[in-house]
């Protein structure tokens, strides 16, 4: 009789998501409302689309370095100065990987060993956590209340948290699912707090393009040294629309980097020669897409704002970035059963609250990133069901 060898006991200490879970039920019915992804259902811009083309008609098929094409990290580089007024070194400070969770992969390798913590604010994006958790790390999640309209770090929470084993502290901003973009006080004390303890402080600005305060979310890089112990991690995903090219970047003091670029030839070895080429294009011309899919993002959001506004057992703080509002629903004690209940009874999928962590049960994660076509009946059936079971 065959031998019954188990799987490694580490990978109990990585859940599942309970986004997919709610999504794979919506994937087995018909005429579903979809608003449980983070994606926007604008296509990537063609004139990135042909850049890739034309790059594997030029040649851009074979391997590349480790940390990516030179010109790439060059035109991040630049990027960042155009936006942020902050010099980075392209060849030892950046470092180009296949996706933002890849750059979350490496970069919380390099800092995290078995046994160790890492402080994570919450509600968050679940796979900083279960990054940290499969690493064999301990993911503490600090929740982030909500008070006077906008969501709060609860830095007392945090000092309370810190223990000897702690080396790392994750905050998303743009926040998804909050929408929450941390102020620049608030930024200067995640890093005087980070200083203090002798954290890593590892600043996740994917969506910092997508934010309606400016053309740009502030950046933990505009306050920190080159020798602080700081990671950025960024993707083109949801800036330039492409998020199935798989393509992002991490910023950071070089000693990282270096160490970060020799874990990618173990892991993806670099991402595609040719998307490399499709990002420079994106960077290169992606301005006027940019502004116009914020604008249309603010006017969706607007929208959907003002419909959970309306009801009477819902609190929301408005966002200031992504693409997500966060809507709490008095009475609601299950988030993935109420998610569940308003998928089935009224075919709207959203992400449960529960699935973004420690703070997040009682409330639900809304993608406004699609249509009028799709959000107005939804916000219509999400208004009604609520309506009808808590007034």
């Known amino acids: 009789m065959p031998q019954s060898i188990p799987l490694a006991a580490g990978l109990e200490r990585v859940q599942p998501s309970r986004i997919r879970e709610l999504a794979n039920v919506a994937f087995g019915m018909d005429g579903v409302l979809r608003l449980q992804f983070g994606e926007s259902n604008l296509p990537t811009p ?201 393509l992002g970047w991490v910023v950071g003091r070089r000693d990282l980097v270096t160490k970060a670029a020799q874990l990618n030839e173990f892991i993806v070895s670099h991402a595609p020669s040719f998307v490399q080429k499709a990002g420079e294009a994106a960077l290169a011309h992606g301005e006027d897409e940019i502004a116009a899919m914020v604008e249309t993002f603010h006017a969706r959001m607007d929208f959907c704002y003002q419909a959970l506004a309306s009801l009477k057992a819902v609190s929301v703080p408005k966002p200031d970035g992504a693409f997500y509002l966060f809507p709490r629903i008095e009475g609601v004690d299950d988030s993935f059963q109420f998610a569940l209940n308003l998928l089935r009874e009224s075919k709207v999928a959203v992400a449960p609250g529960n699935a973004f962590g420690n703070g997040g049960e009682g409330a639900i994660r809304i993608c406004y990133a699609s249509d009028f076509s799709v959000l107005e009946p939804a916000m219509e059936r999400f208004c009604k069901f609520v309506e009808d079971r808590f007034g």
């Open 46 to 246: 063609e004139f990135i689309r042909s850049a890739a083309t034309q790059a594997m008609q030029d040649g851009f098929t074979f391997y590349t370095e480790n940390a990516g094409l030179p010109s790439l990290r060059q035109a991040i580089a630049a990027k960042i100065e155009e936006l942020h007024r902050v010099q980075v070194d392209a060849a030892d400070e950046v470092l180009i990987t296949a996706s933002g969770v890849q750059a979350l992969n490496v970069a919380i390798k390099c800092v995290i060993d078995p046994g160790d913590e890492a402080l994570v604010l919450s509600p968050n994006w679940p796979n900083g956590s279960a990054i940290v958790e499969m690493f064999g790390g301990k993911a503490v999640e600090i929740p982030m209340p909500a008070e006077s309209g906008r969501f709060v770090i609860d830095f007392a929470a945090l000092e309370a948290a810190v223990t000897p084993r702690t080396r790392l502290l994750v905050f998303t901003s743009p926040s998804n699912p909050l929408g929450w973009v941390a102020t620049v006080a608030e930024q200067h004390a995640l890093l005087d707090f980070s200083r203090r303890h002798g954290l890593w402080l590892l600043a996740d600005e994917v969506y910092e393009r997508i934010y309606y305060g400016d053309t740009v979310a502030p950046s933990i890089l505009r306050l920190c040294t080159r020798q602080d112990a700081v990671i950025v991690v960024n993707s083109f995903s949801k800036s330039y629309r492409m998020t199935g090219w798989r």
